[in-house]
């Protein structure tokens, strides 16, 4: 059984950074294409980076392209996201997410079929 388990939100000042962490366990983690989403108070699952499995490729949402870093650790089973100059529209909770339905698209949320339990982003101007 697939299991995800972030950890690592807080809070931060404006232009501060976290690093959050998103350990895997189950399964052959070196082969699954790895996502972070994040969640504001009452808005959707958005999308943030999405780092491949096969070949580590990137894929990052317009918005923290540039700030944030995604990265992988397969000899830990986990995955990272560096997050530098951060922003009070960054606040929200970030969720790491393992893509199962590769017949969507990778931002989409429903390509993604396990999910961690989120952890909590705030960003104080």
């Known amino acids: 059984q697939v299991q995800v388990v972030e950890s690592g939100g807080g809070l931060v000042q404006a232009g501060g950074s976290l690093r959050l962490s998103c350990a895997v366990s189950?399964?052959?983690?070196?082969?699954?294409?790895m996502a972070w989403f994040r969640q504001a108070p009452g808005k959707e699952h958005v999308f943030v980076a999405r780092i491949r499995g096969l070949d580590g490729d990137i894929a990052w949402a317009d918005s923290v392209k540039g700030r944030f870093a995604i990265s992988r650790d397969n000899a830990k089973n986990t995955v990272y996201l560096q997050m530098n100059s951060l922003k009070p529209d960054d606040t929200a909770v970030y969720y790491c997410?393992?893509?199962?339905?590769?017949?969507?698209?990778?931002?989409?949320?429903?390509?993604?079929?396990?999910w961690g339990q989120g952890t909590q982003v705030s960003v104080s101007s």
């Open positions: 997410a393992l893509r199962t339905d590769y017949s969507r698209n990778y931002y989409d949320y429903g390509a993604y079929g396990y």
């Open positions: 189950g399964g052959t983690f070196s082969t699954y294409d």
